[in-house]
């Protein structure tokens, strides 16, 4: 699987808009960009997921570099409920299972 | 929709004690997983199912066993139990490749 490299934290306020980075620079041409993110004591939850365009959800928006060999998840304005683990993600449309193989992630801290 | 249910929420475990955790899910998904994660990590897999009677083994699958006898259930059977066991257990499952709907988890501490 290919690897993703995200930073440990951020922090961001509350209102403001949030940018995490994910570099994914062995990427291959079928794997998919998968954002989850995990609230403190619970299970992983989905986030957006893209190819090769920008993509735009409910939730946030997933920049997808033309090389595609990094990206960007912009929630557009933070709120104390966003503070969670996110993780970057890669797929391949075929994988068994669909298995996800989680790293680190970014953890994101909101300040009132 | 309950989604995925996971019991119990919590457990405590004697080394060499056996015991099973429970998964299911009303949406219909073929597709369902167990993840652990250990403090401080990511999630890593034990066992995935692409549907009702076919199972594989994931990234961790030692000392667990699975099995899938219908859609809906997916239980994770720890066969004897061990303290690097200790962990948050996860079942997720899914209709397709994007997105994996997650249960609540099970932390089982293992003594």
Redesign the interface.
């Known amino acids: 699987d290919a690897k993703t490299t995200q930073p440990n934290s951020m922090e961001s306020n509350e209102e403001e808009p949030v940018h995490l980075p994910c570099n994914h620079s062995t990427i291959s041409g079928t794997d998919?960009i998968?954002w989850?993110r995990q609230l403190p004591?619970?299970?992983?939850?989905?986030v957006i997921?893209g190819l090769t365009s920008n993509v735009n959800n409910r939730m946030a928006s997933l920049a997808i570099a033309e090389d595609r060999k990094s990206s960007t998840l912009i929630l557009h304005r933070a709120t104390l409920r966003d503070a969670a683990v996110y993780?970057c993600i890669l797929?391949g449309?075929?994988?068994?299972?669909?298995?996800?193989?989680?790293?680190?992630?970014t953890r994101v801290l909101v300040k009132p | 929709n309950a989604g995925?249910t996971q019991t119990p929420k919590f457990q405590v475990l004697k080394t060499g004690q056996s015991m099973t955790l429970q998964c299911a899910q009303d949406m219909n998904h073929e597709?369902m997983?167990w993840?652990r994660q250990d403090p401080g990590?990511?999630?890593?897999?034990i066992h995935?199912?692409?549907g009702a009677g076919i199972t594989?083994q994931?990234?961790v699958p030692n000392g667990y066993n699975v099995s899938r006898s219908t859609t809906e259930d997916f239980p994770l059977r720890l066969l004897s139990a061990a303290p690097s066991q200790t962990s948050v257990y996860?079942c997720?499952s899914?209709s397709?490749?994007?997105?994996?709907?997650?249960?609540?988890?099970t932390r089982l501490t293992v003594l």
């Open positions: 998919y998968h989850y004591s619970q299970g992983p939850e989905y997921h993780y797929t449309i075929k994988a068994a299972g669909n298995k996800l193989t989680f790293g680190g992630g | 995925v597709y997983s993840y990590m990511g999630l890593r897999l995935y199912s692409v594989d994931g990234e996860f997720a899914s397709g490749p994007h997105e994996q709907f997650f249960g609540p988890g």
